[in-house]
């Protein structure tokens, strides 16, 4: 063999390979569009929790807190925090009660002056995503 | 250089360093919120500053990439630019367009920037990494098209090589994938779903080919190695990433709702993506130990090699450390994905664009092919201080993560997690303390470019 | 002739093959089960899978790596097949 | 008799089929070692599969194998023309893996059975539809190297692409040599 391997057969695996593992997740992606109905909790999802999910990213929550894992780490997960507050008048009853200008010496979230319309959207919004089968985690109620 | 034209990345690089400036000092601020929680508060909250950090990332990285193209794609085509001016006009359209989002960033509540680019229209804001205003990301496609345009068109009219077509491709599916970011269903798992489609098919899929041409180009360059080794290597190491990353995605879907197959799919394919890091590391060594001549430019040859080691480290290693899905069970989410994010993007992504700037800069600024040996040694300093920098923020940032698993997930009696939080601060002190380390390389980074300009140039025996 | 020296093994190893698999069939069919039969299964895979890398892959005139890689693999696989269904019986 | 340096064909396809056999083996080890902590669950599951089929499956993998070795035989003696009539009876071969595979899934999804039935389940579907996959992209290698046998396009001194070709094809042969037993049979 005048050479151990060539550029032409690396190309060929090259596109090969690319579309081959690309059609497979689409395969993949598709099994998981017929999973989601019985797992994305979407039959909770009405005009309340998408104005929820408007005022969480019109204020950019995620840059701070995560959302299912998912976000910045300086401030607590809130996949599960109607869990943990047990309530949605306990949420718009935290986020309302923000002081304006922080306390002093520590992390804290701004005051966003948020509607009560919004307040209730938000924390139904909350409550829905709760409401995601998340595969059991966080492993703690912490988050 | 041979090509006039080429002449034009020098604008690209020089606003790259110009953000990348912006960057460290915005991640500073981060990291002294993470423990002096008021610092600044409230004119510039945490979540701003940490848009402006990884917003300006993105965008210097960006502006790194098209430099690169516009440097290297003439040279390989062996031919002048398309669209030179083109290329001018879009620069400061972009530069325009990241100033003033930056800009919005700072001046304004988050909500107000929304309301008034009209996120109402095509809500896509407010998600991790694309809190791009809409029209600032209908600018990023257009800037995108008419950068193609110009690439493709170069490419077209002169030679055709593998590293100017993996560059094309990579690109391409950059803007592909980034039009992902205008799908945003209120159903957040479909919302995440696809946004990890923008985020993971660019870090782990297309990124990877724009990092392997523009280190192919370089190894070519530097020493002089057959032209057909390097790329038959280069398909193989892109061939790999694409097998194992596309299908790696699945380490995203563990927890966000999606269905529990792809824990094992996911785990099994992601396990393998440090494969094609080690071997881009291995061919690197093998093809500077084999080089046919010593190039001058010892300064570039050591970060194409840092690209190399570092991105087999931080993406490699430490993405293996918690991509398995039990282990990721309990750090999803923690201060080891951050771990994560700083070493891998500094490793791969930071240290390539530096590579390429540190290659093609002496001779846009008129040299005949490298910095003079002052500029070169301050320039390697800086190397080392920002590299072992970024090595211990990335220790320091581990050692917060386990300590936080373990509190607020993993003991008997959970705790909460701003507890937890300050009983890890010593961690984010020495993280900020070395943070200052990395912004006194990058400051000798960017006095590199002013020092020994009017001495001659390094010599290969000088530069041994 | 150097094209018969690689048929005619290769045709033996063939109707093995073939044999080995009736086998591992004809005990699935049977609905045996248990550690031993279990055991006796996997062998009788990995000495196929021994046999393919031998002779059809043609390994068996390579030297050096290659020649054991498909070996190293069934070995490989086949001690983690093992050691998974030891910790259940 | 005097040994070669590197196995037969381009040697980017075995590290092509180096990798493969990774993520197969990795794949394997995951399904036992799952099935450890839910044998009744397998047990119980693996019932379901068509034993029969698997028996047909698996002759066809190997006699296609076998096909393919005689069809390199074939270009080593300088006959390509012998060597298209191999490499086509081998792809019928494959053809009839495919479509036994097919009615089994089609049984399957006939009952509403996908990847989120069970870990059972998931494991079955998962390794059998990548290997699935894998027959059809070796069968499309084929298929090339068939075409090129046919308009001449090697001979008895160059013939890589046919080694190249037949290489991942027994890789796919192998694979299943394993799985067969590991999913229809072993509990």
């Not at chain 2, 360059?221 to 193989?236: A, F, N, P, Q, S």
């Amino acid at each position: 063999m005048a050479q151990a391997f060539t550029k032409a057969m690396a190309r060929n695996i090259f596109y090969g390979g690319t579309v081959f593992f690309f059609l497979l997740f689409l395969a993949l992606t598709f099994q998981t569009h017929s999973a989601l109905p019985d797992r994305d909790n979407r039959q909770a999802i009405n005009d309340t929790v998408a104005l929820g999910k408007k005022v969480w990213e019109d204020n950019d929550c995620i840059g701070c807190h995560t959302l299912l894992g998912e976000g910045a780490y300086f401030a607590p997960e809130l996949g599960n925090v109607y869990k943990r507050f047990g309530s949605t008048d306990a949420i718009k009853a935290f986020i309302s009660s923000r002081p304006k200008d922080g306390i002093p010496g520590r992390r804290s979230m701004p005051q966003f002056n948020l509607s009560d319309e919004e307040l209730t959207a938000i924390a139904e919004f909350l409550k829905y995503v709760s409401g995601i089968n998340s595969a059991n985690w966080p492993p703690s109620n912490q988050g | 250089m041979k090509y006039e034209s080429q002449k034009v990345a020098k604008l690209y690089f020089t606003a790259a360093i110009g953000l990348f400036v912006g960057q460290i000092l915005f991640g500073l601020i981060l990291g002294a919120q993470y423990v002096i929680g008021d610092f600044l508060f409230p004119e510039i909250p945490f979540n701003v500053a940490r848009m402006v950090h990884t917003n300006l990332l993105i965008v210097w990285l960006l502006f790194g990439f098209m430099g690169a193209a516009y440097y290297l794609v003439p040279e390989e085509a062996e031919t002048e630019l398309f669209a030179p001016w083109l290329a001018k006009l879009m620069f400061w359209i972009f530069l325009a367009a990241g100033a003033a989002t930056v800009l919005g960033y700072l001046l304004v509540p988050y909500a107000t920037l929304a309301e008034v680019t009209m996120n109402d229209l095509l809500p896509t804001m407010g998600r991790e990494f694309l809190e791009q205003p809409t029209i600032t990301k209908l600018g990023i496609v257009v800037v995108a098209l008419a950068f193609l345009f110009n690439i493709g068109m170069t490419i077209l009219k002169g030679r055709k090589t593998v590293v100017n077509l993996v560059l094309l491709m990579g690109l391409t599916g950059l803007a592909v994938f980034f039009l992902f970011s205008f799908y945003n269903p209120v159903n957040v798992v479909m919302d995440k779903y696809y946004w990890w489609w923008v985020v993971h098919l660019w870090v782990e899929g297309v990124w990877e080919l724009i990092l392997g041409s523009i280190l192919a180009f370089i190894l070519i360059k530097t020493t002089g190695v057959d032209r057909e080794v390097i790329e038959k290597w280069l398909y193989i190491i892109i061939a790999m990433t694409l097998i194992t990353g596309i299908i790696g995605t699945g380490h995203h879907y563990y927890w966000i709702g999606t269905p529990e197959f792809w824990q094992w799919w996911g785990s099994i394919f992601s396990a393998m993506e440090p494969i094609p890091f080690f071997m881009m590391t291995v061919y690197a060594f093998n093809m500077v130990n084999k080089r046919r001549r010593n190039h001058p430019n010892k300064a570039a040859v050591l970060w194409a090699l840092g690209t190399a080691v570092m991105a087999f480290l931080g993406a490699g290693v430490w993405g293996f450390l918690h991509t398995l899905a039990p282990v990721n069970y309990y750090t999803h989410g923690t201060q080891i994905t951050a771990a994560h994010g700083h070493m891998a993007f500094y490793g791969a992504y930071v240290m390539i664009v530096l590579s390429m700037i540190s290659y093609s800069m002496p001779m846009m600024r008129g040299r005949e092919a490298c910095n003079s040996a002052r500029a070169q040694s301050m320039e390697m300093w800086s190397f080392w201080l920002m590299t072992i920098s970024i090595i211990f923020i990335t220790l320091f940032l581990t050692g917060a993560g386990i300590l936080q698993v373990y509190l607020q997930r993993f003991s008997d009696n959970p705790m909460p997690f701003m507890v937890v939080q300050e009983k890890i601060a010593l961690f984010y002190w020495l993280r900020e303390i070395t943070g200052f380390v990395f912004l006194l390389g990058l400051v000798l980074y960017i006095a590199s470019f002013f020092v020994g300009k009017n001495e001659p140039e390094a010599t290969v025996e000088l530069a041994k | 002739m150097e094209d018969k020296k690689f048929i005619r093994p290769c045709s033996i190893i063939f109707g093995l093959l073939l044999a080995l698999t009736v086998t591992t069939w004809f005990i699935g069919t049977m609905g045996l089960s248990g550690l031993q039969v279990s055991l006796m299964v996997l062998g009788f895979a990995l000495i196929k899978g021994q046999l393919i890398g031998d002779y059809f892959m043609g390994l068996k005139q390579v030297s050096g790596f290659w020649r054991w890689a498909v070996t190293l693999w069934l070995v490989l696989v086949g001690s983690l097949i093992t050691y998974a269904f030891n910790i259940t019986a | 008799m005097e040994k070669n340096k590197w196995p037969p064909g381009d040697l980017v396809i075995w590290f092509f089929i180096l990798a493969e056999l990774l993520v197969f083996g990795v794949f394997f080890a995951a399904y036992a070692f799952t099935r450890a902590s839910n044998v009744e669950l397998f047990n119980t599951y693996q019932l379901t599969l068509d034993r029969n089929a698997a028996l047909i499956n698996t002759v066809a993998l190997i006699t296609s194998s076998y096909f393919v070795v005689r069809a390199v035989a074939a270009i080593r003696d300088n006959n390509s023309k012998r060597c298209f009539h191999w490499l086509l009876a081998a792809l019928f071969m494959g053809v009839v893996f495919l479509v036994v595979k097919g009615m089994e899934y089609h049984h399957h999804f006939s009952l509403g059975i996908n990847l989120n039935t069970n870990t059972f389940y998931m494991f079955y579907l998962s390794l059998t539809f990548f290997h699935f996959l894998h027959v059809i992209l070796g069968m499309i290698i084929l298929l090339a190297v068939a075409l090129k046998a046919r308009s001449g396009g090697y001979s008895a001194a160059e013939h890589t692409g046919v080694e190249t070709g037949a290489s991942y094809w027994h890789m796919v042969d192998l694979v299943w040599m394993i799985l067969f037993p590991l999913v229809y049979v072993m509990r």
